[in-house]
């Protein structure tokens, strides 16, 4: 059974920094297509950013292109997300989600990973 985990949320001012991250079991990690989600609340979960198997293909959202960046560490079976500069509208859960059977880009749909984790609060103020 595989199982994502992400830790590292918190509450951070405006202009701050924080690095979450997502550890996955259960399976064999490098094969994972990762990305991350996020949902704020009464809004849609949205994409954030993605990685392919070898971190070799990343994408974001228009959102956070510049502040935030994806990374993975296969050997530590873990995927982060840096995230600088951030805003009181990056404020929501964040969660990874995993595939195995997507092609080697990270797709920006939620419903097409198979594997999600419990999310991590992350909380901007003002």
Known sequence: QV??????????????????S???SGGTFSSYVVGWFRQ???????????????GSITRYADSVKGRFTISRDNAKNTVYLQMNSLQP????????????????????TPSLY???????????SS
Do not use: H, N
């Not at 199982?3 to 979450?20: A, P, Y």
């Not at 009464?42 to 070898?54: D, L, M, N, T």
């Not at 509208?89 to 920006?108: H, I, L, S």
């Open 40 to 54: 704020a609340p009464g809004k849609e979960r949205e994409f954030v950013a993605g990685i392919g198997r070898i």
């Open 22 to 24: 997502c550890v996955g």
């Open 89 to 108: 509208e990056d404020t929501a859960v964040y969660y990874c989600a995993g595939d195995m059977r997507m092609g080697p880009a990270p797709a920006r």
């Open 3 to 20: 199982q994502l985990v992400e830790s590292g949320g918190g509450l951070v001012q405006t202009g701050g920094s924080l690095r979450v």
């Open 114 to 124: 198979a594997y999600w984790g419990q999310g991590t609060q992350v909380t901007v």
